[in-house]
């Protein structure tokens, strides 16, 4: 008997799944599991996937659904993981509780390195991982060094197709191979949850075509919850985006809000809607943004870097425009923070919201073998001690692209540290791998922080 167990923490991520196995992207297996995981901060106020508009329209791919939340219950699933000496014991466990018995199992996981899924793989060890890409992560580097004991076990990368062209660099330092999931599979999965939030009361809900009439649609992240934005930040920039569509010429506008985010937010929006004399409705019910592509036919839509926009363009051909990304490349902490690639692909990819020639021609940024090469070198320069074979890479592309345009994606002191092009002056560029020199610095600072005590 053969079980493949699929973890789960997104709608988005599951019709990703219902796509891949409607393309037999999986092989066959007597029984498949849904593992529904809710990672929000409180999970017991937040609705889990399961029980979101659309879920059931994907509820047969599987045979059983089950809660990783309610099985580690009273723990957090991103905050807990077995001990070493425990894992045998959680496997016997799960196994009982799960009627897996003797079962061969495979498992499909999202986001690898951190809990819950490294916590899954861990459990059942030696159980091949398939990992599922969900997002613009997939094209970035690996956040953080995985045990090879689970990393040799991964066998390939399924991910959308959100900028063709671009590979990911996700999992390379394991060898594993990235794999499209189809797009046309995606899509009809998409089209199945287009009636999802039946009770969706939106301006322009059913315009059967995509035009200047339509409504502009903004996407909210939450990204204070990520500690990238402060909460006031990040209100000010869902005002910029509502600004900049007036500006263009929108009079109703469609902000459609993470589920987690507060309420004031909203009504921050609503009190400079009505100074700016705009129709603005605020979606209540948690559905993908892919189901109001379809619904609503958004003339324009606008985020920061959510992967939302990638398939508002990719998938669906509307125009779209990004603002803030200037200001993350800036703010994101530490250098390495995964989400710095993301920001990337979107800031060197789409207009700028503020550019209006740019938004109206529907103008794209960076050629995607450009992209590709700014990629390579972002993850050096993220994690060189993960892909040190990237090295070259980054030093060619930052040597032929010395300008501002490529600057702003990289911080100069980053760039001294590593002793690669467009750090200090090429005179003193043999200073960093000088071991005296850093020995002085490692002890000057070590005096500064006694002297400041």
Same mark, same amino acid.
């Given at each position: 008997?053969?079980?493949?167990?699929?973890?789960?923490?997104?709608?988005?991520?599951?019709?990703?799944?219902?796509?891949?196995?409607?393309?037999?992207?999986?092989?066959?297996?007597?029984?498949?599991?849904?593992?529904?995981?809710?990672?929000?901060?409180?999970?017991?106020?937040?609705?889990?996937?399961?029980?979101?508009?659309?879920?059931?329209?994907?509820?047969?791919?599987?045979?059983?659904?089950?809660?990783?939340?309610?099985?580690?219950?009273?723990?957090?699933?991103?905050?807990?993981?077995?001990?070493?000496?425990?894992?045998?014991?959680?496997?016997?466990?799960?196994?009982?509780?799960?009627?897996?018995?003797?079962?061969?199992?495979?498992?499909?996981?999202?986001?690898?390195?951190?809990?819950?899924?490294?916590?899954?793989?861990?459990?059942?060890?030696?159980?091949?991982?398939?990992?599922?890409?969900?997002?613009?992560?997939?094209?970035?580097?690996?956040?953080?060094?995985?045990?090879?004991?689970?990393?040799?076990?991964?066998?390939?990368?399924?991910?959308?197709?959100?900028?063709?062209?671009?590979?990911?660099?996700?999992?390379?330092?394991?060898?594993?191979?990235?794999?499209?999931?189809?797009?046309?599979?995606?899509?009809?999965?998409?089209?199945?949850? +287009?009636? =999802?939030?039946?009770? @969706?009361? !939106? /301006?322009?809900? *059913?315009?059967? #075509?995509?035009? &200047?009439?339509?409504?502009?649609?903004?996407?909210?992240?939450?990204?204070?919850?990520?500690?990238?934005?402060?909460?006031?930040?990040?209100?000010?920039?869902?005002?910029?985006?509502?600004?900049?569509?007036?500006?263009?010429?929108?009079?109703?506008?469609?902000?459609?809000?993470?589920?987690?985010?507060?309420?004031?937010?909203?009504?921050?929006?609503?009190?400079?809607?009505?100074?700016?004399?705009?129709?603005?409705?605020?979606?209540?019910?948690?559905?993908?943004?892919?189901?109001?592509?379809?619904?609503?036919?958004?003339?324009?839509?606008?985020?920061?870097?959510?992967?939302?926009?990638?398939? +508002?363009? =990719?998938?669906?051909? @509307?125009? !779209? /425009?990004?603002? *803030?990304?200037? #200001?993350?490349? &800036?703010?994101?902490?530490?250098?390495?923070?995964?989400?710095?690639?993301?920001?990337?692909?979107?800031?060197?990819?789409?207009?700028?919201?503020?550019?209006?020639?740019?938004?109206?021609?529907?103008?794209?940024?960076?050629?995607?073998?450009?992209?590709?090469?700014?990629?390579?070198?972002?993850?050096?320069?993220?994690?060189?001690?993960?892909?040190?074979?990237?090295?070259?890479?980054?030093?060619?592309?930052?040597?032929?692209?010395?300008?501002?345009?490529?600057?702003?994606?990289?911080?100069?002191?980053?760039?001294?540290?590593?002793?690669?092009?467009?750090?200090?002056?090429?005179?003193?560029?043999?200073?960093?791998?000088?071991?005296?020199?850093?020995?002085?610095?490692?002890?000057?600072?070590?005096?500064?922080?006694?002297?400041?005590?």
């Amino acid at each position: 008997m053969t079980t493949q167990i699929f973890l789960a923490s997104t709608l988005y991520g599951t019709a990703t799944l219902a796509a891949a196995l409607d393309s037999d992207c999986f092989a066959p297996a007597d029984r498949r599991i849904l593992l529904v995981c809710n990672n929000a901060a409180t999970p017991e106020t937040t609705p889990a996937l399961d029980a979101m508009p659309g879920f059931e329209r994907l509820r047969d791919r599987f045979d059983d659904v089950l809660s990783w939340n309610e099985t580690i219950s009273p723990f957090h699933p991103g905050g807990w993981a077995p001990r070493p000496d425990d894992t045998p014991l959680w496997e016997r466990h799960l196994r009982l509780l799960w009627n897996l018995g003797e079962d061969d199992v495979t498992l499909a996981v999202e986001s690898i390195q951190v809990n819950p899924a490294l916590a899954v793989c861990q459990i059942f060890t030696g159980a091949p991982v398939t990992v599922y890409a969900d997002g613009l992560m997939s094209y970035g580097p690996t956040r953080n060094k995985i045990d090879p004991l689970v990393g040799t076990r991964i066998d390939r990368l399924l991910h959308l197709d959100l900028v063709p062209g671009l590979t990911p660099v996700l999992l390379t330092e394991f060898g594993v191979a990235p794999e499209i999931v189809p797009t046309d599979a995606f899509l009809k999965v998409l089209a199945e949850l +287009a009636d =999802a939030g039946e009770d @969706l009361a !939106v /301006a322009g809900d *059913g315009e059967p #075509t995509v035009g &200047e009439g339509g409504p502009a649609l903004l996407l909210g992240q939450y990204l204070s919850a990520l500690d990238i934005l402060s909460a006031e930040e990040e209100e000010a920039l869902h005002v910029r985006m509502l600004r900049g569509v007036v500006e263009l010429g929108h009079t109703r506008v469609v902000f459609k809000p993470h589920p987690s985010a507060p309420a004031r937010w909203s009504r921050a929006l609503e009190q400079e809607a009505g100074r700016l004399g705009a129709e603005l409705t605020v979606l209540t019910t948690p559905v993908l943004a892919e189901v109001l592509y379809q619904r609503i036919r958004p003339a324009l839509v606008v985020g920061c870097f959510s992967t939302a926009l990638l398939t +508002a363009s =990719a998938l669906y051909g @509307l125009p !779209v /425009a990004r603002t *803030g990304t200037g #200001t993350l490349l &800036e703010c994101l902490t530490p250098y390495e923070n995964s989400n710095r690639v993301p920001v990337t692909i979107v800031d060197a990819l789409l207009p700028d919201l503020a550019d209006r020639a740019a938004v109206e021609e529907r103008r794209r940024g960076m050629e995607v073998s450009a992209l590709n090469e700014l990629v390579r070198a972002a993850a050096f320069a993220m994690q060189p001690k993960i892909y040190p074979g990237l090295r070259p890479d980054a030093e060619r592309y930052l040597a032929a692209h010395p300008g501002a345009g490529t600057r702003r994606y990289f911080k100069r002191r980053r760039l001294t540290s590593l002793a690669l092009p467009g750090g200090v002056p090429a005179q003193l560029a043999f200073i960093p791998r000088n071991a005296t020199v850093r020995r002085v610095a490692r002890r000057a600072r070590a005096l500064g922080r006694t002297a400041g005590r």
